[in-house]
T-cell receptor, first 112, second 112 residues
């Protein structure tokens, strides 16, 4: 079945550091790929998405590129802020379906 | 738009009691999802409705769990009888046709 593998956390960075959170997937066909963010005590919010190979999703300085050849969707940000501290989830949805398969989540803490 | 509304936000109940979690999806969204989040298993899809009809309930852990969607603006997830291992955060999410899911803030369930 479909699966998503995320970089183990937690990740601790200093403010203005470069962030990479690795995500690889296994799926049949051509899934859509997502990054969701969860702030403490809240639900998940969509951060960015990509629906086909080579698409780049971007939002709030975060970027991820859909790489079919490496089955990856790594999340990057050039300069993190304290307010980026949260749990980040990589997810996929098969084809045109909307039900999501999530990775295990990566806790990010950014120190001032 | 008020977003996906879940109630209650917190529920503490004794083992053996019936628990009902409620969800109001975003108006106009035709798909609704129930997810469960635990430290051990991460985020798991429990059941998925499309146009009020259950499409995939393969994630419902056992017969003690049931979900209904009597109309487009309301869904319930019921656990009867509840057990301590059901303690988790339960999320409801909704999505429009061919677009990503929006999550509620979740219900934190504790079964003692």
């Amino acid at each position: 079945g479909d699966s998503v593998t995320q970089m183990e956390g937690p990740v601790t960075l200093s403010e203005e550091a470069f962030l990479t959170i690795n995500c690889t997937y296994t799926a049949t066909g051509y899934p859509s790929l997502f990054w969701y963010v969860q702030y403490p005590g809240e639900g998940l919010q969509l951060l960015l998405k990509a629906t086909k190979a080579d698409d780049k999703g971007s939002n709030k300085g975060f970027e991820a590129t859909y790489r079919k050849e490496t089955t990856s969707f790594h999340l990057e940000k050039g300069s993190v802020q304290v307010s980026d501290s949260a749990v980040y989830f990589c997810a996929l949805a098969p084809g045109s379906a909307r039900q999501l398969t999530f990775g295990s989540g990566t806790q990010l803490t950014v120190l001032p | 738009d008020a977003g996906v509304i879940q109630s209650p936000r917190h529920e503490v109940t004794e083992m053996g009691q019936e628990v009902t979690l409620r969800c109001k999806p975003i108006s106009g969204h035709n798909s609704l999802f129930w997810y469960r989040q635990t430290m051990m298993r991460g985020l798991e899809l429990l059941i998925y409705f499309n146009n009020n009809v259950p499409i995939d309930d393969s994630g419902m852990p056992e017969d003690r769990f049931s979900a209904k969607m009597p109309n487009a603006s309301f869904s319930t997830l019921k656990i009867q009888p509840s057990e301590p291992r059901d303690s988790a955060v339960y999320f409801c999410a909704s999505s429009p046709e061919f677009a990503e899911a929006f999550f509620g803030q979740g219900t934190r369930l504790t079964v003692v």
